[in-house]
């Protein structure tokens, strides 16, 4: 198993809150992505990072940011929580040329009130 | 557009074969991925079609016609533990991936 871990794995906050979801490797990948998944959606891609402090944004950014100040973290902020962003999200990860071959961390799980 | 069309449920009996199919329209097309996902855990990869024909796995094979723009995942001598969603993903030139919103799929003794 790739060693990815996703913290906090649940987790209830309230509308308008800001809300940090943290994605650590072990493996040394460079490719790091962030997705939500919601009933009758596959996996929707939020953000993703090709290096150390080097972003883009995905399909429904809008509403997140990210960060990636080492390798092995990946940061995925909620400014302002909206009960539109309870999901579950995963965190993903790859090498370069390798790119269909995504490794995904366990979830987690939010519920916005 | 772009788009991933794939059956939203299948059932088959245990023993016997399934095939899950997905047909696409996209831009800048490098290949096709299939996940499997059983509930509440994570995706896994099962395979990756680049190029035309059929790629196999075990039990599992995916297949990828890309003139057809559409793509397979075979599933042999089902067992109950398959019973998962399945989705299929295309990577485009920026080496993301597209996931379609997957099938579920139900083994039954």
């Known amino acids: 198993d790739a060693g990815i871990t996703q913290s906090p794995r649940h987790k209830v906050t309230e509308t308008g809150t800001p809300v940090t979801l943290r994605c650590h490797q072990t493996?040394?990948?460079?490719?790091m992505y962030w997705y939500r998944q919601d009933p009758g959606h596959g996996l929707r891609l939020i953000h993703y990072s090709y290096g150390v402090k080097d972003t883009d944004k995905g399909e429904v950014s809008d509403g997140y940011s990210v960060s990636r100040s080492k390798t092995e973290d990946f940061l995925l902020t909620l400014e302002s929580a909206t009960s539109s962003q309870t999901s579950v999200y995963f965190c993903a990860i790859s090498d370069p040329g390798v790119g269909e071959t995504q490794y995904f961390g366990p979830g987690t799980r939010l519920l916005v009130l | 557009g772009q788009s991933l069309e794939q059956p939203s449920e299948v059932t088959a009996v245990e023993g016997a074969i399934v095939q899950i199919n997905c047909t696409y329209q996209?831009?800048?097309?490098?290949?096709l991925s299939w996940y499997q996902q059983h509930d509440g855990g994570a995706p896994t990869f099962l395979s990756y079609?680049?190029?035309?024909g059929l790629e196999e796995t075990g039990r599992f094979s995916s297949f990828l016609s890309r003139s057809d723009s559409y793509g397979y995942l075979l599933l042999q001598e089902l067992q109950m533990k398959d019973s998962a969603s399945y989705f299929c993903?295309?990577?485009?030139?920026?080496?993301?991936?597209?996931f379609g919103s997957g099938t579920r799929l139900l083994v039954r003794p």
């Open positions: 993903a295309w990577m485009d030139s920026s080496y993301k991936l597209i």
């Open positions: 079609n680049a190029l035309d």
């Open positions: 493996e040394n990948h460079r490719y």
């Open positions: 996209t831009s800048g097309f490098y290949g």
